[in-house]
């Protein structure tokens, strides 16, 4: 029994002190340097509601790339908005004919596990025909070598038929 | 803006650090921050019983799956029943909290306050969900989805940097070396280390232009600071005579959109932290800085990664835009330069558990002012000022405070 008492018990130890050279009158904290950690499982799911932008998602998957021009001062959010936060107009949906510039990208190596990409994969910020500001997204299909990317070169928005696990997959971005 | 109450001024009393380490299997947040807050106290010739006032920063309820943190800090240094407010902006925490303490004191809703700010750093779970807790700190319906994450972001301004100044890699690696080497003479730094530009240049690539040596780390730690107005510190501190008297003269906080791609194109664009510009701007107003380059003596800029330090050099005035990589091939922001930066070690070389992060930086600067630094990072003191830049996002918060000394 004693410690085998805990289910969700890790390890005890005894810590080092972190400080040890700073403390000429020895260690203060020489009483508290036995340590237990423990687990603790969390697990949870959410029930997400994409809002008043959930019609984009929705034309992505009939192919259409849509976003919001506003009705006040004319402005196109590359990313859709709801409200335009230049004037505070509520604005409406347009859709765009998905062919832009490339501003910039990177190369990355390495990602977090949790994303499911392939490395090394390019994310690129494109500004797109009839939009004033851009759009984030992955970059696929530029050939053998990331050395055929070049800053300015013309993309094209492309959309896959493959299942995706989020409708923001539904869609990249493709040399044009 | 017009600050009209002269007479009633802010003082810095104080300042503790922990120390800052990949993982303080001793402690957790809550010791980390009694650790600092006790080394404020003794700094500051403080008792907790007379501070009327606390800040809480911390920027994740993920990561110590603790909601509310802020009440249980508080509890621990026996602040209640006593008020607590908690300030939250990602890596800019800290400096908004340094920022609060002015307002409160300023405004009369108290002549006291502690702040104090820890963040446990993540090594309680897996790495990768660590950085999943970190990626929430960007959009999550928008450019999470896409495999967006930090260094990815932050490369993408770079190379529209690169693109437009002609800024090089190899000026981006001088910062990893400087902060590495600044964090030698710092005792509670996490990563202290002297290494040369070849060697972040060889180390291993995440996103270009960014290697390893090029980021910081994630680190468990705690800072506080204190502050009181003169009346409440000459019957308080005891420390009051005794050390140079530093004042809190000057704060400014901006913003920017979220999202990368919606700041105004082209200009600013990708390529400048607009709200740093703006927070800045405030900041040097109020405290009489007119030239930061001359004005100030030393600084404490957010260097989350290499590129971020050098494009803030240029938002926060110290040079325009596109010139920072020369200046920094000249060592005008080395010690002994003419403006030192990160002298404690910064994000790279200190260490950034992100809402102790900015307080720390505060902490940097008091020393510097009151010459208690190492000396092999103790800057020359003309001007008598020290700057901060706390900034978290992408720039989406920035907060900008100085400290001058008064004597």
């Known amino acids: 029994m004693g410690l085998d008492q805990i289910k969700n018990l890790m390890e005890v130890f005894t810590a080092e002190d972190p400080m040890a050279f700073d403390h000429p009158d020895g260690d203060p904290w020489a009483d508290f340097r036995e340590i237990m950690r423990i687990e603790w499982k969390m697990d949870f799911t959410y029930k997400h509601i994409l809002g008043k932008y959930s019609k984009f998602f929705i034309e992505l998957a009939n192919k259409k790339f849509v976003t919001t021009e506003c009705k006040n001062c004319g402005k196109v959010w590359g990313i859709p908005r709801p409200l335009c936060p230049d004037c505070m107009s509520i604005t409406r949906w347009k859709e765009l004919p998905g062919t832009g510039t490339l501003e910039s990208y990177s190369v990355s190596n390495f990602v977090p596990a949790f994303m499911k990409v392939e490395i090394p994969y390019v994310l690129a910020m494109v500004k797109l025909d009839g939009a004033d500001t851009l759009f984030t997204h992955q970059l696929k299909n530029y050939g053998d070598s990331v050395d055929a990317i070049k800053m300015g070169m013309k993309v094209k928005v492309a959309y896959t038929d493959e299942k995706v696990d989020h409708p923001m997959l539904l869609m990249h971005f493709e040399p044009a | ?407």
């Open chain 2, 1 to 407: 803006m017009e600050v009209l109450d002269k007479q009633r001024r802010v003082y810095v009393l104080g300042g503790g650090v922990s120390k800052f380490a990949a993982e303080r299997v001793d402690g957790s947040m809550r010791d980390w921050i009694n650790e600092a807050v006790l080394e404020a106290l003794e700094d500051s010739g403080t008792r907790i019983e007379d501070i009327e006032h606390s800040t809480t920063s911390y920027f994740s309820d993920h990561f110590d799956k603790q909601l509310k943190a802020g009440a249980i800090f508080h509890d621990n240094i026996g602040m209640c029943p006593k008020p607590n407010v908690r300030v939250e902006g990602g890596g800019g925490t800290g400096g908004l909290a340094i920022r609060n303490a002015y307002a409160y004191i300023k405004a009369g809703l108290c002549d006291s306050m502690i702040i104090f700010g820890s963040e446990n750093m993540g090594r309680q779970v897996p790495s990768d969900v660590a950085q999943q807790f970190i990626a929430l700190a960007s959009d999550t319906d928008w450019e999470v989805q896409v495999a967006g994450f930090y260094i990815a972001y932050y490369a993408l301004m770079m190379v529209a940097h690169m693109e437009k100044y002609g800024t090089k890699e190899e000026q981006f690696a001088l910062i990893s070396v400087k902060n590495h080497r600044n964090a030698m003479y710092n005792p509670k730094a996490h990563y202290p280390m002297d290494i040369s530009v070849d060697d972040v240049m060889n180390s291993r690539m995440i996103t270009y232009p960014y290697k390893l040596l090029d980021n910081c780390l994630l680190s468990d730690g705690a800072a506080s600071l204190i502050f009181a107005t003169e009346e409440w510190a000459k019957k308080h501190s005891a420390n009051w005579e005794k050390k140079p008297t530093i004042e809190l003269t000057g704060t400014g906080c901006g913003t920017d959109f979220m999202r990368l791609a919606d700041r105004p194109y082209p200009d600013p664009g990708i390529l400048h932290f607009r709200g740093k510009q703006v927070g800045a701007e405030m900041a040097y107003k109020m405290a009489g800085v007119k030239d930061p380059l001359k004005d100030l003596d030393c600084f404490e800029v957010h260097d989350a990664y290499t590129g971020v330090e050098l494009v803030s050099y240029e938002d926060l005035g110290f040079c325009k835009p596109g010139e920072s990589g020369k200046l920094m091939e000249k060592g005008v922001f080395d010690i002994g330069g003419e403006l030192p930066t990160n002298t404690s070690g910064g994000l790279i070389g200190f260490g950034h558990p992100v809402g102790a992060t900015g307080i720390a930086q505060g902490v940097e600067v008091l020393r510097q002012l009151r010459q208690e630094a190492h000396p092999k990072r103790q800057v020359e003191l003309n001007a008598k000022r020290g700057g901060m830049d706390s900034h978290g996002g992408t720039g989406t918060f920035c907060a900008i405070n100085i400290f001058e000394r008064r004597d």
